[in-house]
């Protein structure tokens, strides 16, 4: 019996050596577990911090940054709070945010890792968001305007015609009517990788519009009657080379056109306006307008067609 009040006292000795290290697996796996979790919330308020602010200074008013940054980081975190700061350089905004906890403290207070001789640990995140014109990126829309259809004519209400026997007449090339044309685009309605000074963006000759496309101009017909701005961002062609379907356009840049209507050919037709006074027209109705995308467009095309886009970028 001496013998096992013995051992029993040795069993115990283990298990309280043995504590050290399994408050050191919990600490592991539950606080540094909070730790990822934390810095996930404090990144989503970072990345969407310095979007809008980059929104904001793509539109020409940036604002007051800093709250932009506390607002959006607090409501990406589980408390509501946190810490941000932002700053801007050239064409990019930077957002930093960090732990915030209701008594001011700006560390991630730990359950286990105390133990250890570590109470809690500061966690940060970053993202940096930039704004500029694109250089390519998707036509949602397989259309190109010609590039004096354009002409800044910002917020004025006009038909971009396809036929040639209208105002848009003086942007017509003989071999590729009219004031926009359609992309070529085998199965699928939408055209991507579009970029700017690419010689050789094909035409899909006809003023019927492409039957991948009904799915798109039902959504836009839905929207527009429930009162949604449809904005779509195009190609701007400058010059065009060949005929028919041998044609192609080169890119000079991208627009935002909002689309009001538009007299295609049959019976695609819909809210039409008078901008077409003798109802024999094939275009789009709508005009052009600033606007600021989320969509995936890479950065650095020209300026000047009052259109842009914001991305993150990789510190």
């Known amino acids: 019996m001496q013998r096992l009040r013995g051992e029993s006292g040795a069993t115990a000795v ?13 600490a592991i796996s539950i606080d540094v577990g909070g730790l990822y979790f934390e810095r996930r919330q404090l990144q989503n308020g970072a990345d969407a911090a310095a979007l809008a602010i980059a929104q904001d200074c793509a539109k020409g008013v940036c604002g007051d940054i800093n709250a932009t940054a506390s607002d959006l980081a607090g409501k990406n975190a589980n408390d509501n709070a946190a810490n941000a700061t932002a700053t801007t350089s050239g064409n990019t905004a930077t ?7 209701p008594d001011g403290s700006t560390g ?25 014109a694109p250089s390519s990126g998707p036509a949602v829309l397989p259309i190109t305007f010609g590039q004096c259809v354009f002409a800044g004519k910002v917020n004025v209400q006009q038909l971009i015609r396809y036929d040639s026997n209208g105002a848009n007449s003086n942007c017509t ?11 070529a685009h085998p199965g699928q309605c939408s055209v991507y990788d579009v970029a ?23 959504k836009f017909k839905s929207d527009i009657g429930l009162g949604k701005n449809v904005i779509v961002i195009l190609p701007v062609y400058d010059t065009t080379t060949g005929t028919g379907a041998g044609g192609s356009y080169k890119i000079m840049g991208f627009a935002a056109f909002q689309i009001t209507g538009w ?14 006074p003798d109802g024999n027209c094939r275009g789009v109705d709508g005009f052009f ?4 995308s989320l969509e995936d467009f890479k950065l650095g095309g020209p300026a000047g067609y009052d259109a842009s886009v914001v991305k993150l970028t990789l510190d």
């Open 14 to 26: 283990i298990v309280a050596l043995l504590m050290i290290p399994l408050f050191g697996f919990a």
């Open 289 to 292: 307008t600033k606007f600021v």
């Open 173 to 183: 090339n003989p071999s590729i009517p009219g004031g926009f044309g359609w992309l």
């Open 263 to 276: 007299q295609l050919s049959g019976s695609t037709e819909w809210k039409f306006s008078s901008t077409c």
């Open 108 to 132: 991630l207070r730990h359950f286990f890792a105390p133990v250890l001789g570590v109470d809690a640990t500061q966690v940060k995140a970053a993202a940096t968001a930039a704004w500029g």
């Open 196 to 218: 700017v000074d690419f010689a050789a963006l094909a035409v899909d000759p006809g003023a019927d519009p492409p039957t991948d496309c009904a799915e798109l101009f039902a």
């Open 95 to 101: 957002v930093t945010a960090s732990t915030k906890n």
